[in-house]
């Protein structure tokens, strides 16, 4: 796909006054409108996080932001000023990748939900916006869909501080793949014992074979039963980190299953 690119000079001045970014790499994560001509557009940028912009004027017909801010599509974007938001100066279609499609489209659009709901702003995570780069081009390219996104979740668990060791257990010996551990938040893994004893909390919580754990870290997708237990495991330490709150992607593929 040939590389293209178009530059855009927002008319409007910078809010307030300080350094100005440019040529800075970003993805649009989400776009709300803003007035009546203008957006408030989430960035995912290489060196400076998820940062909050106004697009003055990108909701006029003729105006060029229109056609350049996209999701999913790499950019190059510039941005003035200070406070909660800046003002979009300059945006540059990169291209390269190839729009996701169908149950792709909304992977991806998970994936961006996941970094809007838990990743701070103005955290910078270079390996992670790597690692969206290539999730995306994965996605885009339909490529296997399951491996892509736990190897994304995987990526932001630990880049965000909350991914758990999956090599040790609580005692510091290193998980067997032969044995079955569950999650205790204050502890870490620990080995599920065959008690049937009600009063054992560790019996009735949902247990994950080392050899899942061990696939995990190593990074190893191949395995479509251990991919399965996966799913469940970063499910569950994602969970934890929203607190309960439902992602609407999850619920718009679940709607979709049942038709």
Not at 9 to 16: D, P, T
Not at 48 to 71: E, T
Not at 177 to 188: I, L, N, Q, S, W
């Amino acid at each position: 796909m040939a590389t293209s690119s178009l530059s855009i000079e927002a008319s409007a001045a910078a809010v307030g006054s300080s350094r100005p970014v440019r040529n800075e790499p970003a993805f649009v994560l989400h776009s709300t409108p803003w007035r009546e001509t203008s957006l408030v557009v989430e960035l995912f940028s290489r060196g400076y996080g998820r940062v909050p912009v106004i697009a003055r004027g990108a909701k006029r017909p003729r105006s060029a932001m229109r056609a350049v801010l996209l999701a999913f599509q790499p950019l190059t974007v510039g941005w003035s000023g200070r406070g909660e938001l800046r003002t979009l100066m300059a945006v540059d279609w990169v291209g390269g990748l190839p729009m996701p499609q169908g149950s792709a489209l909304i992977s991806s659009f998970y994936l961006n939900e996941l970094l809007v709901r838990l990743l701070p702003r103005e955290d910078p995570h270079p390996e992670l916006f790597d690692a969206y780069l290539q999730a995306v081009g994965a996605l885009g390219h339909e490529m296997a869909i399951e491996p892509t996104l736990r190897r994304f979740e995987r990526s932001l668990l630990e880049k965000i501080g909350y991914g758990a060791d999956l090599a040790r257990d609580a005692d510091g010996r290193a998980i067997e793949p032969t044995e079955t551990y569950v999650f205790d938040p204050a502890r870490g893994w620990v080995i599920r014992a065959g008690s049937a004893d009600p009063e054992d909390r560790r019996a009735s919580m949902q247990g994950f074979a080392g050899e899942t754990l061990c696939a995990l870290a190593s990074g190893s997708f191949d395995d479509p039963q251990l991919l399965a237990q996966m799913k469940s495991l970063t499910r569950m330490m994602l969970n934890a980190r929203l607190e309960g709150r439902p992602l609407a992607t999850r619920q718009i593929l679940l709607d979709l299953q049942r038709l």
